[in-house]
């Protein structure tokens, strides 16, 4: 069986990301969806809701689990039993740092590939700190976050921001 980490902060997930899962669940058996615990930045969900977002975003793909890791990608990897990293690039300045990562990773752990996927045209504006700032401000979210949570973000946000 061939399984596949898309990992990430999710803080929160976007509709460019299911872009990217979707297409990972077409070419592979299994694709975990694995929301970075304690990262550098501080985010501005936690991390059960980041999972509980994806959770709900990602629920009609049946070959897609959503889980918290902390600690090493690659030991994460291991664990369960991934074969690739999969990573969405929305444009060349992604690259640069995304690039750096994937060799970094291959040299702590030459077993697990990291696969780039492009991100479709449509999301790549995408962010998700942007999408905080409209939300925060009242603004409209709905081209850019999956329907299933959008109302729910929208609420979050805009209490904490008063
Ligand atoms: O959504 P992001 O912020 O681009 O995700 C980055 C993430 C979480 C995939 C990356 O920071 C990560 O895997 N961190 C875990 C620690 C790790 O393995 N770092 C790489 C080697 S230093």
Redesign the pocket.
Known sequence: MRVAVC????DPITKGHVDVVARAAGLFDEIIVAV?CN?E?TPTFSTDERVDFAKKALARFENVRVEAYD????NYAKDVGACAII?GLRAVTDFEYEFQ?SL??KK?NPEVETLFLNTNSDYMYLSSSLVKQIAAFGGDITDFIPEEITEDIQRRLIRRTK
């Open positions: 990992p990430g902060s999710f970075l990262y930045k600690g090493l990608l690659v990573k990562m970094i990773n702590m």
